[in-house]
């Protein structure tokens, strides 16, 4: 395998998306990830955004499982079980997101693992926390995001609370999984050393929300969405979004008085505010004439040639063709065994000595045998496991 993180191995023993895109991410940067599912599949792969489906595949899966091997256990049978430790005792990291304690009740606790395998890296991610009054309760992007205040930071003031359309307490904390993965191994290339780490989407959700939750903390001004478009509960005039003649526009903290001029509005001449609290959406309102007499295109061209802080807003198709976006390669693909030609976004990331790679999804239990190869079981124990339902296989 190559990329930076070729020969790091983890146990994948996570669902859904906060642990399956942080390992995924990790896939792409060369670590071989093994897919630890139950003989039905990730929860994934029974469910997708839009519920959708590619010839039987979900594309909620395929979106977030690329680039790993896939073996189907249940860990409920002892030889379950014990192919899995195998298979952690071979591993540098472990990457679970169970609801606490499950895997303490399936006999693979840390305090346990820690004691067979002092070197590994165990990352527990869940909705809430590994204790406290949250703990018996079940976790999810939409309840992280609803306890942790952000509905309110969202849409326009006198609509209810608004959440956001894409799972960003998810994709937060997979990004926090990878830091606190990266960092632990750093540790342990150093001391030795293995260690526990936990995340939950409270959390990271938080953290997202650090600049705004911060303002509140000291100065107990709770965030007053705009009623007018306002690009931000806490930011003034003129950030905000704006409809042309063909379609809209978005402006950063830029004066009032120079948007003002460039779009033909009079009545700021000599407003070099970038940030006006006060009457905010009055402003706007003022300035949202001057927008509208032009397409989106022509306000971009003045803009640029002005160092304006302004951007065309794109629909997907309209981003899909973006000149930027095609030339950074973000979108990209791979052929599956079922799906064909799938397209998706690519790593974010560039590496000038390790390139990351985009590999296919596996198909569940596509490589079972193989791993089970790897861990020193014969054919002939493999088979058995087999018929015994232990294990899952589906070949490509």
């Given at each position: 395998m190559s990329g930076a993180l070729a020969g790091l191995r983890i146990a994948d023993f996570s669902q859904l998306v906060q642990g399956p895109n942080a390992t995924q991410m990790l896939a792409d940067m060369g670590a071989d990830v093994v897919k630890i599912e139950p003989l039905h599949g990730d929860w994934q792969r029974n469910w997708s955004l839009g519920d959708a489906y590619i010839n039987g595949e979900a594309v909620s899966f395929l979106t977030?499982?690329?680039g790993k091997r896939s073996i189907a256990l249940n860990l409920k049978h002892?030889?379950?079980?014990?192919?899995?430790l195998k298979i952690i005792k071979s591993s540098d990291v472990l990457l679970e997101n169970f609801r606490p304690g499950v895997m303490d009740r399936l006999g693979l606790g840390y305090e346990f693992l820690a004691g067979v395998h002092p070197k590994l890296i165990y990352c527990a991610?869940?909705?809430w926390g590994q204790d406290g009054p949250y703990v018996e309760?079940?976790?999810?992007?939409?309840?992280?995001?609803?306890?942790?205040?952000?509905?309110?930071?969202?849409?326009?003031g006198g609509d209810p609370p608004s959440p956001v359309g894409m799972g960003i307490a998810d994709l937060t904390a997979s990004f926090h999984i990878v830091s606190a993965i990266l960092a632990a191994v750093y540790h342990r290339d150093r001391s030795g050393e293995g260690?526990?780490?936990?995340?939950?989407?409270?959390?990271?959700?938080?953290?997202?929300?650090t600049q705004e939750t911060t303002l509140y903390l000291n100065t107990g001004s709770e965030p007053q969405r705009s009623a007018n478009g306002i690009g931000h509960p806490c930011v003034g005039a003129p950030m905000g979004i704006y409809r042309t003649s063909d379609g809209h526009i978005v402006i950063a903290m830029m004066p009032i008085g120079k948007i003002a001029e460039l779009v033909g509005v009079e009545g700021f001449e000599g407003n070099e505010s970038r940030n006006l609290m006060e009457n905010r959406d009055e402003?706007?309102?003022?300035l949202e004439p001057g927008f509208a007499r032009k397409t989106t295109a022509e306000l971009m061209d003045i803009f640029m040639r002005a160092d304006m802080w302004a951007a065309p807003v794109n629909s997907f198709s309209t981003m899909e063709s973006d000149p930027q976006v095609r030339?950074?390669?973000?979108?990209?693909?791979?052929?599956h065994p079922k799906v064909k030609n799938f397209r998706t976004i690519?790593?974010?990331?560039?590496?000038s000595r390790t390139p990351s790679a985009v590999k296919r999804p596996p198909l569940l239990g596509e490589h079972s045998r193989e791993i089970l190869t790897e861990l020193g079981y014969s054919t002939n124990e493999i088979d058995q496991l087999f018929r015994e339902k232990v294990i899952a296989e589906n070949r490509a």
């Open positions: 977030f499982n690329r002892p030889a379950g079980k014990d192919a899995a991610s869940c909705g309760r079940p976790g999810q992007d939409l309840l992280a995001q609803a306890v942790a205040g952000v509905l309110y930071l969202n849409g326009k260690q526990r780490i936990d995340i939950n989407l409270l959390n990271s959700m938080l953290t997202l929300a402003v706007k309102r003022k030339h950074n390669h973000t979108i990209t693909s791979f052929d690519g790593p974010p990331i560039q590496f």
